[in-house]
């Protein structure tokens, strides 16, 4: 290695060390700034849940610091998920001079749209999928049994739930992607249709509690997400051709 090339890799590390410092940064101020409220941001979040329990039910906390690390939790994740597009453009700006110009017309709006389409999936499980889920639950808790979670464990279910509706929103993301690298055709993708149906519902089976609302809430918006990113990928096949 020349030592021109040794330079240039060391002030690639260091740029890419600084733009990590600057993330971390961006968190630790978000996070310092809302963790003051973080007992109405955990009591916003378990507010689905709390809408459908009996009179009198409540949530419980078997740990003993659990009353205080959980809120400090959801700051935690609330502060990264709002830092993020800073963190996508330190990303961005690091990556983007080794880029041709045809690959950052490209890279730029999948990288917005990812966000946005997250987002949209943390809503979509936040304002619909969690009270219709809930309502079902509560429907079944036979008669003489108290329906009370420990706030650890809902924290970790709701996480789990926004990270799986969060990925399946990026499947227009991820179907663009493999068109535009040419790896597959928008021809193949919709003859794979019924294998992306069949497979949809079963992630959604596997992910999603043992009902059938709670599955089709989470199937067939992967399935109508698959057929948006094949429109997409069809109107890019023909700005190409």
Same mark, same amino acid.
């Given at each position: 290695?020349?030592?021109?090339? $040794?330079?240039?890799?060391?002030?690639?590390?260091?740029?890419?060390?600084?733009?990590?410092?600057?993330?971390?940064? +961006?968190?630790?101020?978000v996070f310092l700034c809302l963790?003051?409220?973080?007992?109405?941001?955990?009591?916003?979040? +378990?507010?689905?849940?709390?809408?459908?329990?009996?009179?009198? #039910?409540?949530?419980?906390?078997?740990?003993?610091? #659990?009353?205080?690390?959980?809120?400090?939790?959801?700051?935690?994740?609330?502060?990264?998920?709002?830092a993020m597009p800073f963190i996508?453009? $330190?990303?961005?700006?690091?990556?983007?001079?080794?880029?041709?110009?045809?690959?950052?017309?490209?890279?730029?709006?999948?990288?917005?749209?990812?966000?946005?389409?997250?987002?949209?999936?943390?809503?979509?499980?936040?304002?619909?999928?969690?009270?219709?889920?809930?309502?079902?639950?509560?429907?079944?808790?036979?008669?003489?049994?108290?329906?009370?979670?420990?706030?650890?464990?809902?924290?970790?279910?709701?996480?789990?739930?926004?990270?799986?509706? #969060?990925?399946?929103?990026?499947?227009?993301?991820?179907?663009?992607?493999?068109?535009?690298?040419?790896?597959?055709?928008?021809?193949?993708?919709?003859?794979?249709?019924?294998?992306?149906?069949?497979?949809?519902?079963?992630?959604?089976?596997?992910?999603?509690?043992?009902?059938?609302?709670? $599955?089709?809430?989470?199937?067939?918006?992967?399935?109508?997400?698959?057929?948006? #990113?094949?429109?997409?990928?069809?109107?890019?096949?023909?700005?190409?051709?």
């Amino acid at each position: 290695m020349g030592v021109d090339s $040794q330079e240039s890799f060391i002030s690639h590390l260091v740029e890419l060390r600084n733009r990590l410092i600057y993330s971390l940064l +961006a968190v630790l101020v978000v996070f310092l700034c809302l963790v003051w409220w973080a007992k109405d941001l955990y009591a916003l979040m +378990a507010a689905p849940l709390l809408a459908v329990l009996p009179q009198g #039910g409540q949530m419980i906390a078997t740990d003993v610091v #659990g009353v205080f690390l959980v809120p400090i939790k959801v700051v935690a994740w609330l502060s990264l998920l709002i830092a993020m597009p800073f963190i996508l453009f $330190q990303a961005w700006s690091f990556i983007a001079p080794g880029l041709y110009a045809h690959e950052k017309r490209l890279a730029l709006p999948l990288l917005v749209a990812s966000c946005l389409l997250f987002v949209c999936g943390m809503a979509f499980a936040y304002f619909i999928f969690f009270p219709g889920m809930f309502k079902v639950m509560a429907s079944f808790t036979p008669e003489g049994v108290a329906w009370m979670t420990d706030i650890d464990k809902y924290l970790s279910f709701v996480m789990g739930m926004f990270l799986a509706f #969060g990925a399946t929103f990026e499947v227009p993301v991820a179907v663009v992607l493999l068109v535009a690298l040419g790896i597959v055709t928008t021809a193949k993708l919709a003859e794979a249709r019924r294998f992306v149906i069949v497979g949809a519902f079963v992630v959604a089976a596997v992910v999603t509690p043992p009902d059938v609302a709670s $599955q089709f809430m989470l199937a067939v918006p992967m399935c109508l997400l698959y057929e948006v #990113g094949i429109l997409v990928a069809r109107m890019l096949e023909r700005s190409r051709s």
